[in-house]
């Protein structure tokens, strides 16, 4: 049996809020605004630049509130909690049992609504 790796340091965890964290909205346009604004160059090609420019707008401000309702639901359950541990192997890395919830819930969710990527 392999004996697991004996830490270097002890082990540590941390709570992360996303709300107002500032990787995560320097994120924001590259996950979400660079699908909104292919979407929106698709749409003023296929019809007119102006119905691009209400998809752009529309979609970049829907996308903006719905990540601050997730990331504030997040921050409301006490952020993300993280635990790492630092062995002769490299970092080890695990989420906390509410990151895991969630992504469990994100995969359900996924599944019911027929969307193998969100799966």
């Known amino acids: 049996m392999n004996e697991p790796p004996e830490a270097l340091i002890p082990p540590w965890s941390i709570r992360v809020r996303v709300l107002f964290n500032p990787v995560t909205w320097r994120a924001f346009p590259l996950v979400l605004g660079i699908p909104v604004v292919l979407i929106g160059a698709w749409v003023s090609y296929l019809a ?32 993300v909690s993280m635990a790492y541990v630092l062995t002769d192997d490299g970092v080890y890395f695990a989420a906390g049992r509410g990151t895991r919830a969630a992504a469990g819930t994100a995969t359900v969710f996924g599944a019911l609504a027929g969307s193998a990527g969100a799966a």
């Open 48 to 79: 007119t630049p102006a119905d691009g420019l209400v998809i752009v707008g529309g979609g970049t401000v829907l996308f903006a509130v719905l990540w601050a309702l997730s990331c504030g639901i997040i921050d409301l359950a006490g952020g």
